[in-house]
């Protein structure tokens, strides 16, 4: 073989050794920042958003939640409420992982809320937010009811709806 081939040889090894080594990086650096043992679910309750949050990983450790509507920060909780249907579910150790929001005076007119499962990683230098469950999409009519789906899953049905 020549110099000329050897060296194409040797130039495509290397790139593809890269390549290697930076998806390698990318991988461990995803599992590092973003938790992909929470679970969970949100649905409506009333005039309450409700439901429940795990880490797998720790299936003990209580996750923190976040409430968004319509893009907005509207409040925090930790997923330390009864839910015996998690446990009935095989999904929890213990029934403490539910959480519960009392949604806010909202203008009439059609909302969204969404709700985060909170991960610190990095010491807790970095903060990732990770949805739980679908989008919440709700009216709020002229005289203050609120329209909302009225059915969601049971946490045995949930798998389906989990996010990684």
Do not use: C
Request: charged share 25%; no cysteine.
């Amino acid at each position: 073989m020549d110099r000329r081939a050897q060296l194409t040889h040797a130039l495509i090894a290397k790139s593809i050794f890269e390549a290697l080594f930076v998806a390698t990086l990318a991988v461990i650096f995803h599992y590092m920042a973003f938790n992909p043992y929470f679970r969970g679910w949100s649905e409506f309750h009333g005039r309450d958003i409700g439901g429940w949050a795990i880490d797998e990983a720790a299936p003990l450790k209580r996750v923190e939640v976040q409430l968004f509507i319509d893009g907005h920060f509207t409040g925090q909780a930790v997923a330390d409420l009864s839910r015996p249907d998690v446990v009935k579910a095989h999904r929890a150790p213990d029934e403490w992982n539910g959480f519960s929001f009392q949604i806010p005076s909202l203008a009439s007119g059609e909302h969204e809320a969404r709700v985060y499962a909170m991960h610190e990683s990095g010491g807790g230098k970095r903060r990732t937010l990770q949805q739980i469950g679908r989008p919440l999409r709700f009216e709020i009519t002229a005289s203050g009811a609120i329209n909302a789906p009225a059915s969601s899953p049971p946490a045995e049905d949930s798998d389906k709806y989990d996010v990684r």
